[in-house]
């Protein structure tokens, strides 16, 4: 098992390759996939409920292409070995159909020895934040951050209070669903003017729900991002929160392109081969929408403790790209002892 410890142009090329068009060529079920397990190791515990801080997945191959599977079963995934399973089986959920996107999608760049990121213009990203603290913000503004984003909850409200009517830069709060509206609205009205400022957005403060989170907006003066209902949300909301390992990203176009939303692409919190995944498709669609991007969510190796492959991704807001074909890290990659899936 490999330990993944993670520290902290022109139009891209585009490689036309879907799943679809996978099954279509292919019995997936027939073909051979290889994989090596892998940890990643918090810096810190990632919130105030849990101590733990080892985090399994799996990196994949599958003919050319390589991808990444780190599920989270606190958002609903399955355990990794069942994630396997149906990403062998072709895509029978939401993160093993993606996981599949984005094999496909590198197989078929290396195959024609085409870098995914070849003439991309950098996009910026937030930091994300583990430690609510001035101290922590004010570490990130010193690598270049201009926006950080950080984990809330309940037991954290105090905490945030005293982190927004500090921070020298806008402050992204996500809740994941955590907090009540009434919890919400009562701690919002407990800010200071300089504290209520500094808030960006908020994330998924609460479980959406479309006529509530209208009624949030109005009563607090914020902009609400949603991520975790994104695949059901009608309205109530300002921005969408993209992430490629679990999302159709071409699902959200047309809530870009038809109803104005702004929208930021973040990572998994997975393997550096997921990051860069990610960063493609947030170089993509902040090309094709330029007007409704945000900064993004893509430095989120800097969570964990460092290991080569991370430390190519670099320490600043914009995450650096690797040479080689597809989405990169073809030496490291060649390097590892793939073994064959067998469940």
Not at 213 to 219: D, G, N, Q
């Amino acid at each position: 098992m490999i330990r993944v410890t993670v520290d902290s142009r022109a139009a891209s090329p585009r490689v036309n390759a879907s799943s679809s068009d996978f099954r279509n060529s292919s019995d997936v079920r027939k073909d051979t996939w290889y994989w090596v397990p892998y940890t990643l190791t918090t810096r810190l515990p990632l919130n105030a409920r849990t101590r733990r801080r080892d985090y399994e997945g799996a990196l994949v191959r599958h003919h050319e292409g390589f991808g990444c599977v780190h599920p989270w079963p606190e958002l609903g995934d399955l355990s990794l070995k069942e994630e396997m399973e149906a990403l062998v089986a072709g895509g029978m959920t939401r993160l093993s159909a993606a996981t599949l996107e984005a094999v496909v999608l590198d197989g078929t760049a290396r195959k024609r020895k085409v870098s995914l990121f070849e003439h991309c213009l950098p996009v910026k990203s937030h930091a994300t934040l583990l430690d609510v603290s001035r101290k922590a913000v004010e570490a990130a503004v010193e690598q270049g951050f201009e926006a950080v984003k950080v984990k809330g909850s309940f037991d954290r409200l105090k905490e945030l209070a005293e982190l927004l009517e500090s921070s020298p830069v806008p402050v992204r709060v996500d809740f994941n669903e955590s907090l009540c509206a009434e919890t919400f609205v009562e701690w919002c009205d407990g800010l200071s003017e300089r504290a209520w400022a500094q808030v960006e957005f908020i994330e998924d403060p609460c479980p959406y729900e479309a006529i509530i989170w209208e009624r949030l907006r109005t009563a607090t003066g914020w902009a609400l991002a949603v991520d975790r209902a994104s695949a059901e949300a009608t309205s109530g909301f300002d921005i969408v929160v993209v992430k490629p390992a679990v999302d159709a990203w071409d699902r959200m176009e047309p809530m870009i392109e038809d109803d104005g939303v702004r929208f930021l692409v973040t990572s998994y919190m997975d393997h550096p081969l997921g990051q860069l995944h990610a960063a493609f498709q947030a170089e993509r669609l902040t090309q094709q929408y330029p007007d409704w991007a945000l900064s993004h969510g893509l430095c989120t190796h800097l969570l964990f403790e460092s290991c080569p492959l991370s430390d190519q991704l670099g320490s600043g807001p914009f995450l650096q790209y690797p040479d080689g074909a597809g989405l990169g890290l073809s030496e490291a990659l060649e390097s590892l002892e793939w073994r064959t899936w067998n469940p």
